[in-house]
């Protein structure tokens, strides 16, 4: 990549944690967008220096668009939305909605996320095969990553403002995680 990028974010997706990075050379019009180190857009000689370009990101080809403006003279911002809110929205947003783990499975890293209003399970960027039951005390989302029985609960807390909380359970024991 040239000097020119003005603009890295981080965006986590069910599929995967995305690096976007935004190029944007003032002299030349040109403009680029890579993620994670692959040019996705690019666009050369553009006279109009401010505008939007859109993409699409991770294997949802969830929208993205980069926002340039001109503050003063030559000097810009930059903003990125995904799915037409401000990234900080999406992010707060992203975090009501879904419970990431992140965890060591036979000594490798992995991520797994539960998106909670359909229940959809991602391990390492792959939705998986689950089996829902209800039981007593919640429900139960079975699924197997390797050879690792693996079991998300969803237990009521108790309290009205926490809702529903959120555990995952790998081969009988619990995995730490955030508090939903």
């Given at each position: 990549m040239a000097g020119d990028v003005v603009g890295i974010w981080e965006v986590a997706l069910s599929d995967g944690v995305y690096r976007i990075e935004f190029e944007h050379g003032t002299t030349t019009g040109k403009r680029v967008v890579w993620?994670?180190?692959?040019?996705v857009l690019r666009r050369d000689w553009m006279f109009k220096l401010v505008g939007k370009e859109t993409f699409?990101?991770?294997?949802?080809?969830?929208k993205a668009t980069v926002n340039i403006e001109a503050i003063s003279g030559f000097t810009y911002e930059y903003t990125l939305e995904i799915d037409g809110?401000?990234?900080q929205k999406f992010?707060?947003?992203?975090?009501?909605?879904?419970?990431?783990?992140?965890?060591?499975?036979?000594?490798?890293?992995?991520?797994?996320?539960?998106?909670?209003?359909?229940m959809d399970v991602w391990f390492n960027g792959q939705k998986m095969e689950t089996e829902g039951e209800f039981v007593d005390d919640g429900t139960e989302t079975h699924f197997t990553?390797?050879?690792?029985?693996?079991?998300?609960?969803?237990?009521?807390?108790?309290k009205k403002r926490a809702g529903i909380v959120h555990y995952l359970i790998v081969d009988g024991e619990a995995v730490p995680g955030w508090a939903d």
């Amino acid at each position: 990549m040239a000097g020119d990028v003005v603009g890295i974010w981080e965006v986590a997706l069910s599929d995967g944690v995305y690096r976007i990075e935004f190029e944007h050379g003032t002299t030349t019009g040109k403009r680029v967008v890579w993620i994670n180190g692959q040019e996705v857009l690019r666009r050369d000689w553009m006279f109009k220096l401010v505008g939007k370009e859109t993409f699409t990101v991770g294997g949802m080809e969830t929208k993205a668009t980069v926002n340039i403006e001109a503050i003063s003279g030559f000097t810009y911002e930059y903003t990125l939305e995904i799915d037409g809110k401000s990234l900080q929205k999406f992010i707060d947003n992203r975090s009501k909605v879904t419970k990431t783990w992140v965890l060591q499975v036979d000594g490798v890293d992995c991520r797994i996320v539960l998106e909670k209003d359909t229940m959809d399970v991602w391990f390492n960027g792959q939705k998986m095969e689950t089996e829902g039951e209800f039981v007593d005390d919640g429900t139960e989302t079975h699924f197997t990553v390797a050879d690792h029985e693996c079991c998300i609960k969803a237990l009521s807390s108790g309290k009205k403002r926490a809702g529903i909380v959120h555990y995952l359970i790998v081969d009988g024991e619990a995995v730490p995680g955030w508090a939903d």
